[in-house]
């Protein structure tokens, strides 16, 4: 399974960013996935989960209700639709695939990653 993440870019206080994260050598229904982010020096932190078994979804608090994750079948890509964007938000995000019905915000259960994109929120 790879995993390849893209869409990140400079972006102003309150502005909008839509990641991508493309999904090849399994289906979407075959997984969880997650975004995560890092910023230099901190832990990888959780940021949303998405069940493709039933499309439950997670989101940090401090991302909830600005950010959307949602997943397309058809091109095989999970998103990860950002609004509001704080400079906290500043980040490389990573996309990772987990087992299906696993709804984990530790790294560490996921097993596929894809490259990070970076998400700089500056005016």
Do not use: I
């Amino acid at each position: 399974v790879q995993l390849q993440a893209s869409g990140g870019g400079l972006v102003q206080p309150g502005g909008s960013l839509r990641l991508s994260c493309v999904v090849s050598g399994s289906s979407l229904d075959s997984h969880s996935f997650g975004w995560f982010r890092q910023v230099p020096g901190k832990e990888r932190e959780w940021v949303s989960v998405l069940a493709s078994s039933d499309g439950s979804t997670l989101y940090r608090p401090s991302v909830k209700g600005r950010f959307t994750v949602s997943k397309n079948s058809a091109d095989n890509t999970v998103y990860l639709q950002m609004s509001g964007l704080k400079p906290e938000d500043t980040a490389v995000y990573y996309c990772a695939a987990a087992l299906p019905l696993l709804m984990a915000t530790n790294p560490s259960y996921y097993e596929y990653w894809g490259r990070g994109t970076l998400v700089t929120v500056s005016s």
